[in-house]
């Protein structure tokens, strides 16, 4: 999530906060010249590109260093646009490249409209998008709107004096003095003498995610200022109209350059109780050692969407068909619905959908679970479209956390084929698509990720997710010429490398390749109607796409480690066909299966095939 979005400790914690809250046809084609233009040049909602889209979220100090310094930059990825478009990926989400201190690796910005010159400049930037769109890659933008850096020039003038016409831009607060009713002993650990000598403390208990009181002091204005994340990541005060005009304003520098939109970083957090109550205190503590809360006045308030739906018509003023992608944790499908906007569809285009890739029972592979998540979103969010996502750089890799040690390659094949053949938009990860696996930390002492540093051992920070990616068996992995790389290149990259992957056609790699394929190509699984089929296996996940005219297409993911046998009924789907060629089979038993009738799915097998 945010700031430095979600670590599994994190995203955890925020799930059961937010359970209290009561409230490729196009995609492949050659990319249109993303302008300023009207929003008469949209394109059909059928076939709009999004809709058919892979994107590829791409940590930029991890994915290509073009100059030698052991950092990935902008000029790194343009680099490796060849590789992207063999993929079958149209677009690439970019985590944050704007100026920052780093102290939050870039979700701490300190110039929303400018590139940090450890990634490159405005102008690689510029050539990245038009080179991109030579390779019919789009290119999304990371927006974080919650907070700025505390080095951002609105942060440093509002925290300059009370009488700054930007102090509003932020929450700022006097404290209350220590003796208030109901203060606490948490609260009173962050005691401070305002101007008239008194001690005040916290207007509340709001807890920053990564540690510590959400106030910080400041001496030249007497007044804590609110941060939901790091203290140096002070939040800005959305119920200020002027940061909403600069906000917008920063998108529309972007947009007016040809980005195809944002990933907007945890939205849910733009607005905090004007009543400034204390959270409701659960049992227990976390892993930074504080208590417990149910985030009911910080997350989610009903104000963001007001704030959302203005946005979507500014993007909409824009040809191309701009997306808004919204990193939405949200408990169920209902909450998810509202940040569609619900049966008005006018907010987010895509809120990613994280009860399939990150639902309670993520240790496991669980079918039923898999079956439920996907068939409540196909049919509870009023026909808006779906966004799967099940990796990012915040979290341990899908390999990893689903993973059973002896059968993490075909898992990964599992968790891809869910991706790429389900009716929905697919997210994926740097490195996924080879089966990078997360290489967490051992010691303290090489942790760079801030909340792995004030939560070790409890929480160990996410450096694991972001090592660099591997692209060959040679030094540092192809990533950079610098031995010593921002993060240590994993064990892994010897045999989990694109070069040692693209010559194995049986590899992670050229599995992910062959469904992209397939679903740019083929009818149905580009944008058929999703079916669940033999309902109640608890073991295998099968489904049918179908268009309603031209072969239908079945998917079957045996979720076990046992051999299933299963039969594939396609009476009540409207389907016709009783036999079946496969379109694709991780397993060499399954490519000479004709008949839906008592097929054998080895452990932790996929099979695509066309109904004849």
């Given at each position: 999530?945010?700031?430095?979005?979600?670590?599994?400790?994190?995203?955890?914690?925020?799930?059961?906060?937010?359970?209290?809250?009561?409230?490729?046809?196009?995609?492949?084609?050659?990319?249109?010249?993303?302008?300023?233009?009207?929003?008469?040049?949209?394109?059909?909602?059928?076939?709009?590109?999004?809709?058919?889209?892979?994107?590829?979220?791409?940590?930029?100090?991890?994915?290509?260093?073009?100059?030698?310094?052991?950092?990935?930059?902008?000029?790194?990825?343009?680099?490796?646009?060849?590789?992207?478009?063999?993929?079958?990926?149209?677009?690439?989400?970019?985590?944050?490249?704007?100026?920052?201190?780093?102290?939050?690796?870039?979700?701490?910005?300190?110039?929303?409209?400018?590139?940090?010159?450890?990634?490159?400049?405005?102008?690689?930037?510029?050539?990245?998008?038009?080179?991109?769109?030579?390779?019919?890659?789009?290119?999304?933008?990371?927006?974080?709107?919650?907070?700025?850096?505390?080095?951002?020039?609105?942060?440093?003038?509002?925290?300059?004096?009370?009488?700054?016409?930007?102090?509003?831009?932020?929450?700022?607060?006097?404290?209350?003095?220590?003796?208030?009713?109901?203060?606490?002993?948490?609260?009173?650990?962050?005691?401070?003498?305002?101007?008239?000598?008194?001690?005040?403390?916290?207007?509340?208990?709001?807890?920053?995610?990564?540690?510590?009181?959400?106030?910080?002091?400041?001496p030249a204005v007497h007044q804590y200022?609110?941060?939901?994340?790091?203290?140096?990541?002070?939040?800005?005060?959305?119920?200020?109209?002027?940061?909403?005009?600069?906000?917008?304003?920063?998108?529309?520098?972007?947009?007016?350059?040809?980005?195809?939109?944002?990933?907007?970083?945890?939205?849910?957090?733009?607005?905090?109780?004007p009543q400034m109550r204390s959270e409701?205190?659960?049992?227990?503590?976390?892993?930074?050692?504080?208590?417990?809360?149910?985030?009911?006045?910080?997350?989610?308030?009903?104000?963001?969407?007001?704030?959302?739906?203005?946005?979507?018509?500014?993007?909409?003023?824009?040809?191309?068909?701009?997306?808004?992608?919204?990193?939405?944790?949200?408990?169920?499908?209902?909450?998810?619905?509202?940040?569609?906007?619900?049966?008005?569809?006018?907010?987010?285009?895509?809120?990613?959908?994280?009860?399939?890739?990150?639902?309670?029972?993520?240790?496991?592979?669980?079918?039923?679970?898999?079956?439920?998540?996907?068939?409540?979103?196909?049919?509870?969010?009023?026909?808006?479209?779906?966004?799967?996502?099940?990796?990012?750089?915040?979290?341990?890799?899908?390999?990893?956390?689903?993973?059973?040690?002896?059968?993490?390659?075909?898992?990964?094949?599992?968790?891809?084929?869910?991706?790429?053949?389900?009716?929905?938009?697919?997210?994926?990860?740097?490195?996924?698509?080879?089966?990078?696996?997360?290489?967490?930390?051992?010691?303290?002492?090489?942790v760079k990720d801030p909340i792995g540093?004030?939560?070790?051992?409890?929480?160990?920070?996410?450096?694991?997710?972001?090592?660099?990616?591997?692209?060959?068996?040679?030094?540092?992995?192809?990533?950079?010429?610098?031995?010593?790389?921002?993060?240590?290149?994993?064990?892994?990259?010897?045999?989990?490398?694109?070069?040692?992957?693209?010559?194995?056609?049986?590899?992670?790699?050229?599995?992910?390749?062959?469904?992209?394929?397939?679903?740019?190509?083929?009818?149905?699984?580009?944008?058929?109607?999703?079916?669940?089929?033999?309902?109640?296996?608890?073991?295998?996940?099968?489904?049918?796409?179908?268009?309603?005219?031209?072969?239908?297409?079945?998917?079957?993911?045996?979720?076990?480690?046992?051999?299933?046998?299963?039969?594939?009924?396609?009476?009540?789907?409207?389907?016709?066909?009783?036999?079946?060629?496969?379109?694709?089979?991780?397993?060499?038993?399954?490519?000479?299966?004709?008949?839906?009738?008592?097929?054998?799915?080895?452990?932790?097998?996929?099979?695509?095939?066309?109904?004849?």
């Open positions: 999530m945010a700031s430095s979005s979600f670590s599994r400790a994190v995203f955890q914690r925020i799930q059961s906060c937010i359970l209290g809250i009561g409230s490729l046809v196009l995609a492949f084609a050659a990319v249109p010249a993303l302008s300023g233009a009207p929003a008469a040049a949209q394109t059909s909602p059928a076939n709009v590109w999004w809709k058919h889209a892979v994107v590829y979220e791409i940590y930029p100090r991890s994915f290509q260093d073009s100059n030698g310094d052991g950092v990935g930059d902008l000029n790194g990825i343009t680099s490796r646009l060849s590789y992207i478009e063999s993929m079958g990926i149209d677009t690439i989400w970019i985590a944050p490249m704007y100026p920052s201190p780093q102290i939050d690796f870039g979700y701490d910005i300190s110039d929303y409209v400018s590139v940090d010159p450890q990634y490159g400049t405005l102008a690689d930037m510029e050539r990245l998008i038009t080179e991109g769109k030579k390779h019919n890659v789009r290119v999304v933008l990371d927006m974080v709107l919650n907070h700025t850096s505390d080095k951002h020039q609105w942060f440093i003038d509002s925290a300059s004096s009370r009488t700054s016409p930007k102090h509003d831009w932020y929450v700022w607060n006097d404290g209350i003095p220590i003796d208030s009713a109901g203060v606490n002993d948490y609260q009173k650990k962050y005691v401070q003498t305002n101007l008239e000598g008194k001690h005040v403390v916290p207007p509340n208990n709001w807890e920053s995610l990564f540690g510590g009181s959400a106030w910080e002091w400041v200022y609110y941060h939901k994340f790091y203290k140096q990541q002070p939040d800005l005060n959305w119920s200020n109209p002027t940061v909403e005009k600069a906000a917008f304003d920063a998108m529309r520098f972007w947009l007016d350059r040809g980005v195809a939109g944002f990933r907007l970083d945890a939205i849910p957090t733009l607005f905090e109780d409701p205190v659960l049992a227990g503590t976390n892993a930074q050692g504080d208590p417990n809360l149910q985030e009911i006045y910080t997350q989610n308030l009903p104000e963001v969407h007001n704030v959302i739906r203005r946005m979507r018509v500014m993007v909409n003023g824009y040809a191309g068909d701009r997306v808004l992608i919204g990193e939405t944790y949200l408990p169920n499908t209902a909450e998810l619905n509202k940040w569609y906007g619900g049966e008005a569809h006018d907010e987010l285009q895509l809120p990613m959908d994280f009860l399939v890739g990150f639902h309670g029972d993520h240790d496991k592979l669980n079918a039923a679970n898999f079956r439920a998540r996907i068939d409540e979103v196909q049919t509870q969010v009023y026909g808006s479209q779906p966004l799967f996502v099940f990796d990012n750089h915040d979290n341990v890799r899908a390999i990893d956390r689903y993973g059973d040690g002896t059968h993490n390659d075909l898992i990964n094949k599992v968790l891809n084929t869910v991706l790429l053949t389900s009716k929905a938009t697919a997210l994926t990860y740097y490195g996924a698509e080879l089966g990078m696996p997360t290489t967490t930390p051992t010691r303290k002492e090489d540093i004030t939560g070790w051992p409890k929480e160990k920070g996410r450096d694991g997710e972001r090592t660099p990616m591997q692209w060959t068996a040679g030094p540092q992995a192809g990533f950079s010429t610098n031995p010593k790389t921002w993060l240590p290149i994993p064990p892994s990259y010897k045999t989990n490398n694109v070069a040692v992957e693209t010559k194995d056609p049986n590899s992670e790699l050229n599995w992910f390749k062959q469904l992209a394929m397939l679903r740019r190509t083929n009818p149905a699984l580009h944008d058929g109607k999703q079916t669940m089929l033999d309902a109640s296996n608890p073991d295998v996940l099968s489904y049918a796409r179908s268009t309603g005219s031209g072969p239908a297409v079945v998917v079957a993911m045996n979720f076990t480690a046992e051999p299933k046998t299963i039969s594939l009924d396609l009476s009540g789907t409207g389907i016709t066909g009783s036999t079946v060629k496969t379109l694709a089979a991780d397993d060499a038993s399954l490519k000479s299966v004709h008949s839906l009738k008592n097929i054998t799915l080895p452990p932790y097998t996929s099979w695509v095939a066309s109904v004849q």
